[in-house]
């Protein structure tokens, strides 16, 4: 069935550093993949998308590519600041269309 | 305004007793679903619905029924509660398009605590 794998954390990074967080997927066909993210006490709030191949979603200075060749869409930010430690979720669309498959979640804590 | 709202935003209940949780949308939407979140961060779909199907994921269990009055509302009913019932759970929204759903929205969750 479908699946989403991410990177284990938790993920510790000082202000101003770079961030990846690794997505890669198993699905039939070409699923829509999102990123939402999780502040501490709150909901999921949507980060970015993308709805087929090599379509780059970006917000909030965040980036992710749909890459088929890899079954990925990795997370990005050149410069993370305090305030996005959080939880991400990487996500896909199952095929009837019915309910997000989300991987497991990867925490980040920036500091000061 | 909240687009997706819940309520209560926490429940703290003894084992045996039966809850609801109500949700609701001013999106305009057409399907709606739940998730649970468990105390792993562990987010699974339980339920969706619009006013032609609902889905019921396999593994949940039948104590737990979704009741949608209307289109703009679906609540959560939950039977004979259990310990292992204790998490997050998130209603969510989305809208049917011609190429397939359209993004889900996110409710603030509601934390179940199962005494």
């Known amino acids: 069935g479908d699946s989403v794998t991410q990177m284990e954390g938790p993920v510790t990074l000082s202000e101003e550093a770079f961030l990846t967080i690794n997505c890669t997927y198993t699905a039939t066909g070409y699923p829509s993949l999102f990123w939402y993210v999780q502040y501490p006490g709150e909901g999921l709030q949507l980060l970015l998308k993308a709805t087929k191949a090599d379509d780059k979603g970006s917000n909030k200075g965040f980036e992710a590519t749909y890459r088929k060749e890899t079954t990925s869409f990795h997370l990005e930010k050149g410069s993370v600041q305090v305030s996005d430690s959080a939880v991400y979720f990487c996500?896909?669309?199952?095929?009837?269309?019915?309910?997000?498959?989300f991987g497991k979640g990867t925490t980040l804590s920036v500091s000061s | 305004d909240t687009a997706v709202s819940q309520t209560p935003k926490y429940l703290v209940t003894q084992m045996g007793n039966d809850k609801s949780i109500k949700c609701e949308q001013n999106l305009g939407h057409d399907t709606m679903y739940w998730y649970k979140q468990d105390s792993k961060k562990f987010l699974k779909i339980m339920f969706s619905?619009?006013?032609?199907?609902?889905?019921i994921n396999e593994t949940v269990p039948n104590r737990f029924s979704p009741k949608s009055p209307d289109k703009a509302h679906l609540n959560l009913h939950i039977n004979s509660l259990e310990l292992g019932d204790s998490a997050v759970y998130f209603c969510a929204s989305s809208q049917v398009r011609a190429g397939g759903q359209e993004t889900q929205y996110f409710g603030p969750g509601t934390r179940l605590l199962v005494l």
């Open positions: 996500a896909l669309l199952n095929q009837a269309g019915t309910a997000l498959i």
């Open positions: 619905y619009n006013n032609k199907e609902l889905i």
